[in-house]
Every structure is written in structure tokens, then in C-alpha cells.
């Protein structure tokens, strides 16, 4: 597939560019954040792969202008910026993974052929329905009879993924690994604290409850 890389540092770029293409990835490679808003901006590629401390215009800007340019392409942030803040920061900036550096090669493939396997936006209904609550995926905007439900960007994602799941479990590793991109068990309160949030915006006021706990396994969301 055709991998789109931001990445200044040479060594790491012939680096990265090595494995790639040794596993049959065709990979275009640019320095700095205007140059990768340009090529990705055409859509032809099946995953981004993006450093954060870049010239010209830092990674998270590129992204987030990409996003807004409704470029839905999965991207990978692969950055020495590591702490809890940065990674909630590119996540929420619209990445759909995270990976520090130093990293493994073998860690890097796996992500990046999880990514690509994703269904593209286009291929999936832009307008999710479970009772009355809409989510439409390409406004991002979310709406419950009729009114408009303000969300912040990760509780967005998250009531997208569990709609994507109506009238199934959604378990706690589940929503870990599809809206947090964490592989591992933080041991934070991080799931509950949205979900908290995000029931009180779609169903207080209304008549029917659409979130639902399942006790000791996860979520579920339906329209009962």
C-alpha cells in the first residue's frame, strides 16, 4: 500500500523508508508540514505517518488542517513527544494511533497494517442512527431530536465507535484500543470519566435511555 512520511530527522527517514518498503509498502517521504499537507491532500494514500517536531508547520497543525480539509486518511503520529498530554493531544487532534520513539520495527507494521485495514469513511454510512440520536460522520456533529449536542472531539470518536457497535457489547479493551489507542491498561479512570460525560449529554432530558451498562463487562448502546 502507499504510506505517506513526515519525517525531518535523515537517519530515522532512511530508516523508516528500509522497513517499509522491505515489507512491499510503496512510501512517499517529505521534511516539512506544508509539504505533507500537499501530498496528502490529494487522498491517495492509505496511511500517514507523522513526526511531530518538524519545520515549517508543526505535525499536529498538519493534521489538524488535513482534518478539517475533511482528509479522513488513518494516521499514525510517530514522535518523541510522549507524555499523557501529548498523546491525548494528537489523538484528539484526530490520529488514530500513537507511537513514541524509540520503537520497534515489528510494533511499527502491525500498527500501521492495523490501520489500513480500518474501512475508509467513504465505505461506511456518513450518517449513524440508534433511535433518534444522529451522528453524522463527515460534519462531525451529533444531534437527538432534532437538537444539537455538543461534544468535545473525544467523546465524539467515542459515541461514533459505539454507535458503529449498536446493540453490542462494547468492552472496556475494546474502547482502549478502537478510541484510545492505548495496548495496554492505563489503569485510569479515562473511559469511565467520558462515558459519565457522554450519557449525560445524550440522555438526560430525553424520555428513553440509549447508553446502558453492562455491569462488569462494558457498554451497550440501542434504542431499547
Avoid at 435511555?209 to 462494558?218: A, C, D, N, P
Wanted: glycine letters at 8%; a negative charge.
Amino acid at each position: 500500500m502507499k504510506i505517506l512520511l513526515l519525517e525531518d530527522d535523515q537517519a530515522t527517514r532512511s530508516h523508516l523508508e528500509q522497513v517499509l518498503r522491505t515489507t512491499g509498502h510503496v512510501v512517499d517521504s517529505c521534511t516539512n508540514g506544508r509539504d505533507a499537507i500537499f501530498l496528502a491532500s490529494g487522498g491517495e494514500y492509505a496511511v500517514l505517518i507523522l513526526d511531530r517536531m518538524v519545520p515549517q508547520l508543526e505535525g499536529l497543525a498538519v493534521l489538524k488542517a488535513l482534518r478539517a480539509a475533511g482528509v479522513t486518511t488513518p494516521t499514525l503520529f510517530l514522535t518523541a513527544m510522549n507524555g499523557v498530554e501529548d498523546r491525548v493531544e494528537g489523538l484528539e487532534a484526530g490520529a488514530d494511533d500513537y507511537l513514541a520513539k524509540p520503537f520497534a520495527a515489528s510494533e511499527l507494521l502491525a500498527r500501521v497494517n492495523a490501520l489500513a485495514r480500518r474501512p475508509p469513511v467513504a465505505e461506511t454510512a456518513a450518517l449513524l442512527q440508534v433511535g433518534d440520536l444522529v451522528v453524522d460522520r463527515i460534519r462531525r456533529t451529533a444531534t437527538r431530536g432534532g437538537e444539537r449536542i455538543d461534544l468535545q472531539a473525544q467523546e465524539l470518536k467515542l459515541l461514533e465507535y459505539m454507535m458503529l457497535h449498536a446493540g453490542e457489547l462494547v468492552t472496556r479493551s475494546m474502547l482502549l484500543e478502537n478510541v484510545w489507542s492505548f495496548h495496554f491498561d492505563p489503569k485510569t479512570n479515562v473511559i469511565e470519566s467520558h462515558m459519565s460525560r457522554l450519557r449525560a449529554k445524550v440522555d438526560r432530558g430525553f424520555g428513553i435511555e440509549l447508553i446502558r451498562t453492562v455491569r462488569g463487562s462494558g457498554y451497550r448502546i440501542d434504542a431499547g
